[in-house]
């Protein structure tokens, strides 16, 4: 929670000091921060063994009702708020010193203002982050609680469930708790900002909180636009001393987004960063509730963009295609049981009729410019001649043993009267030029 070095902070004089014991529960194991008001204590519960943020306010401060007051009211706010985004309150009390305490979870992470020293955010973690945002004044707002300090410094980032950007939002110290709010107790009972009291960080705070009017929980949206702001562009939208701030929030115009922030965005965040800055409170979002459903619509429309599939060139026709497979096929019929699935099955079946159609017309027509092919093992072979019929073999060919070619090759032997089929006869068997077998279709895979 705290830079290491703080942890070993020597203790201001009237405070707590390492190993104290706070109402009999609490030791204290170290500093965590210091503040103007008070201290924030790393504490280890004795029975529990679970660790603790105790903050103290320091014995000055003490004695002042108004103080007591709000430290009250933020141990109210704190302890009433059922959300994973809000640090917890679990204990409030005083000290034997006189002293008021507030134990409150602990938690150990980076404070988005120190992640924002190193520059703008990518906008999708910016947008997760003001997710978590949102939806911690979500719970807030439903109990009439308005924050009303808002700011990088009061945003916690830690790691939980493999998310190294889970928010808890803390110090709800000048938190306002309306009146008929679903808080328990008498801290809702009077307020405790008189009107024309600014109170707040100016460079996060609404128009009409930097006026000291009333505010309700579109100023807390407003500070929300004020971080996002931060978040993509790197700085804040307004800058400058507390009054220059004032003149331009409530004097001037919406900022908008510098141009290569924007660049970046969905046009409809840009839109969004627009209205949770409006000056009147009219304009902005009517609630966090509200907030949260623009941002779920970005994230609903968002469409994923898919590369378009290859075509292919002109010259890989489906007639290419076909004649491929009709030839390896023809080299090896076997193979198409190997490769086939049942997306190509049309394919290989137009591939098969194809063949069979070209071997038929060979066989018919007798002539062809396909080059030569050899007969395979299996029986099936390519019927193939010349354009031109081969010459008359001369004596000396006819004595030199050399093969002759297919022309000249006899018919293959007829099935013998042992082996023949009823009904069946020489005649039956299709042979192609020079008297090549074609067996039948059922032939073709055994």
Not at 86 to 103: H, I, K, Y
Not at 188 to 203: H, N, Q
Not at 236 to 256: D, K, S, W
Not at 328 to 347: A, E, G, K, N
């Amino acid at each position: 929670m705290g830079d290491p070095a703080d942890l070993q902070a020597p203790t201001p004089s009237g405070s707590l000091s390492v190993g104290d014991v706070v109402v009999d529960r609490y030791r204290i194991d170290a500093v965590l921060g210091e503040g103007g008001m008070g201290i924030v204590y790393r504490a280890e519960h004795l029975h529990l063994r679970k660790l603790f943020a105790i903050k103290v306010l320091l014995p000055e401060w003490s004695s002042n009702p108004d103080v007591v007051a709000r430290f009250e009211r933020e141990a109210v706010a704190a302890g009433n708020i059922q959300s994973p985004h809000v640090v917890a309150a679990t204990d409030f009390g005083r000290l034997p010193s006189g002293s008021f305490f507030l134990a409150m979870e602990h938690v150990d992470g980076r404070t988005l203002a120190t992640v924002l020293e190193g520059g703008a955010l990518d906008p999708a973690r910016a947008l997760h982050v003001l997710r978590g945002i949102v939806s911690g004044l979500q719970a807030a707002h439903a109990l009439g609680i308005v924050h009303r300090d808002l700011k990088p410094e009061n945003i916690m980032l830690i790691e939980r469930d493999a998310d190294p950007d889970f928010v808890k939002v803390l110090d709800f110290g000048i938190a306002k708790i309306e009146v008929g709010a679903g808080v328990q107790g008498d801290a809702k009972s009077a307020p405790l900002t008189r009107v024309g009291t600014v109170i707040g960080t100016p460079d996060y705070m609404s128009p009409e909180q930097a006026l000291g009017q009333p505010v309700d929980a579109r100023s807390d949206l407003y500070s929300v636009g004020v971080i996002l702001f931060e978040m993509l562009a790197g700085r804040r939208p307004f800058v400058g001393g507390a009054v220059t701030v004032l003149g331009q929030r409530v004097m001037g115009q919406v900022p908008e987004l510098p141009p290569d922030a924007a660049a970046r965005l969905d046009p409809r965040i840009a839109a969004i960063v627009r209205q949770l800055l409006a000056v009147s409170p009219e304009n902005r979002f009517a609630s966090a509730g509200e907030l949260m459903v623009a941002l779920d619509e970005c994230s609903k429309d968002r469409v994923q963009i898919t590369p378009p599939l290859p075509v292919r060139p002109a010259r890989e026709s489906l007639f290419s295609a076909v004649q491929d497979i009709a030839r390896r096929t023809v080299t090896d019929p076997r193979s198409l049981l190997r490769h086939v699935t049942r997306r190509r099955m049309m394919v290989a079946a137009i591939a098969l009729a194809v063949g069979v159609t070209v071997i038929a017309v060979l066989a018919a027509g007798g002539r062809t410019d396909a080059p030569t092919a050899a007969a395979t093992g299996t029986g099936f072979a390519s019927a193939v001649v010349p354009s031109k019929p081969p010459p008359a073999p001369t004596p000396e060919a006819e004595g030199s043993g050399d093969v002759p070619p297919f022309a000249n090759l006899p018919p293959p032997p007829g099935p013998s009267s042992s082996s023949a089929r009823p009904g069946s006869s020489q005649g039956s068997r299709r042979t192609g030029p020079g008297g090549i077998y074609i067996p039948p279709p059922s032939q073709w895979f055994k």
